[in-house]
């Protein structure tokens, strides 16, 4: 099954600056990629997502970037605020099954 | 808000009894994936529901089943519960139409075995 891997496990930013979170995926059959956002006693959240047949997709402050080849993808979050402080997830699933396979996670803490 | 509702938001179990969870999807999604997360892991696949009947199954014992009705609620029950069992349990809801599209999750219910 599909393996996605996630890092760094903790991420650490001044506010205003950009975080990066890189994930890779195993399945080369895996065309859908989301990303979430959790905050303490909460479900997660989708916050964008990208599928196989773009490379880049932006939605304000957030971008996500795929690189099939390599079978990497990356969420950028530009211009950081303290309520971007969370867990973000990376996650994975093939062609029409709506089955995603999680990375670990990665927390974020924004300073102000 | 998703419109994904689980209940109960908590609940707390003795080893070897019985579980069941409840989640209603949002307005118009036919399709509905359970989830566990351990704590401090990211959420691991149980099994979907579409058009009440299971349409895959991760890697879970068959003491996890489930349920979805007509109105494509679901439920997930859990007989003869572990101490591991203890987890978030996260349902997700979908619209199935010829490919992957946007999976909303509930906020979960926390589970503890003791």
């Known amino acids: 099954g599909e393996n996605v891997e996630q890092h760094p496990s903790t991420l650490s930013v001044q506010e205003g600056d950009s975080a990066v979170i890189k994930c890779t995926y195993s399945?080369?059959?895996?065309?859908?990629f989301p990303w979430y956002k959790q905050e303490l006693g909460k479900g997660p959240q989708l916050i964008i997502d990208i599928r196989s047949n773009v490379g880049e997709k932006k939605d304000q402050r957030i971008a996500v970037t795929l690189n099939k080849t390599a079978k990497h993808f990356s969420l950028h979050i530009t211009e950081t605020q303290p309520e971007d402080s969370a867990v973000y997830f990376c996650?994975?699933?093939?062609?029409?099954?709506?089955?995603?396979?999680f990375g670990k996670g990665n927390q974020v803490v924004v300073i102000p | 808000e998703t419109g994904v509702t689980q209940s109960p938001t908590h609940l707390i179990k003795t080893r070897g009894q019985q579980v069941t969870l409840r989640c209603s999807s949002q307005s118009g999604h036919n399709t509905v994936s359970w989830y566990q997360q351990a704590l401090g892991q990211g959420p691991q696949f149980i099994f979907q529901y579409y058009r009440e009947e299971e349409n895959g199954r991760g890697n879970f014992p068959p003491r996890f089943s489930g349920l979805q009705f007509p109105n494509y609620s679901s439920e997930l029950n859990v007989n003869a519960l572990e101490l591991d069992d203890s987890a978030l349990y996260l349902c997700?809801?979908?619209?199935?139409?010829?490919?992957?599209?946007?999976?909303?999750f509930g906020q979960g219910t926390r589970l503890t075995v003791v």
């Open positions: 399945d080369s059959a895996s065309n859908y």
């Open positions: 996650a994975a699933s093939a062609y029409g099954n709506n089955r995603l396979a």
């Open positions: 997700a809801s979908s619209i199935r139409q010829g490919g992957n599209t946007e999976a909303f």
